[in-house]
């Protein structure tokens, strides 16, 4: 692995487990925080685009209200070029009815070399 290789994959698992305390403590804010102001997001192949900051919000900021009792583990991260992958697990009760969802899926991202500048989050449900 190349000491760039090992940069990105330092940095990957830095933003991801920042993003993943953010999701835990359904702490919005510091979720974003791994984002560049002009990011891109993507929860779905189908989906378009989420482009900027505030748009991003748009999408994660009902988390403290819907979800409780949330676990978050991401899996090895993998490199190629300034894009990172991994693996990841969330486990959440939903607020209104208690039910339990298991999400499991993957994280595609790519880096400006110190935040994240596109990310693609496909999952299911469980």
Same mark, same amino acid.
């Given at each position: 692995?190349?000491?760039? &290789?090992?940069?990105?994959?330092? /940095?990957?698992?830095? /933003?991801?487990? &920042?993003?993943?305390?953010?999701?835990?403590?359904?702490?919005?804010?510091?979720?974003?925080?791994?984002?560049?102001?002009?990011?891109?997001? /993507?929860?779905?192949? *189908?989906?378009?685009?989420?482009?900027?900051?505030?748009?991003?919000?748009?999408?994660?900021?009902?988390?403290?209200?819907?979800?409780?009792?949330?676990?978050?583990?991401?899996? &090895?991260?993998?490199?190629?070029?300034?894009?990172?992958?991994?693996?990841?697990?969330?486990? *959440?009760?939903?607020?209104?009815?208690?039910?339990?969802?298991?999400?499991?899926?993957?994280?595609?991202?790519?880096?400006?070399?110190?935040?994240?500048?596109?990310?693609?989050?496909?999952?299911?449900?469980?």
């Amino acid at each position: 692995m190349t000491d760039q &290789e090992q940069a990105t994959r330092a /940095l990957g698992r830095t /933003l991801v487990e &920042e993003f993943g305390r953010g999701w835990a403590k359904a702490k919005v804010d510091v979720l974003l925080s791994v984002f560049a102001e002009d990011a891109a997001f /993507l929860d779905s192949p *189908f989906s378009e685009p989420l482009k900027g900051i505030d748009a991003i919000r748009g999408y994660w900021g009902d988390v403290p209200m819907n979800q409780s009792e949330i676990t978050f583990t991401p899996g &090895e991260v993998f490199v190629v070029g300034p894009w990172f992958s991994t693996e990841f697990r969330c486990v *959440f009760r939903r607020r209104r009815t208690g039910e339990w969802v298991d999400a499991r899926g993957a994280l595609f991202c790519e880096t400006n070399g110190e935040k994240i500048t596109e990310m693609r989050m496909y999952w299911e449900r469980r």
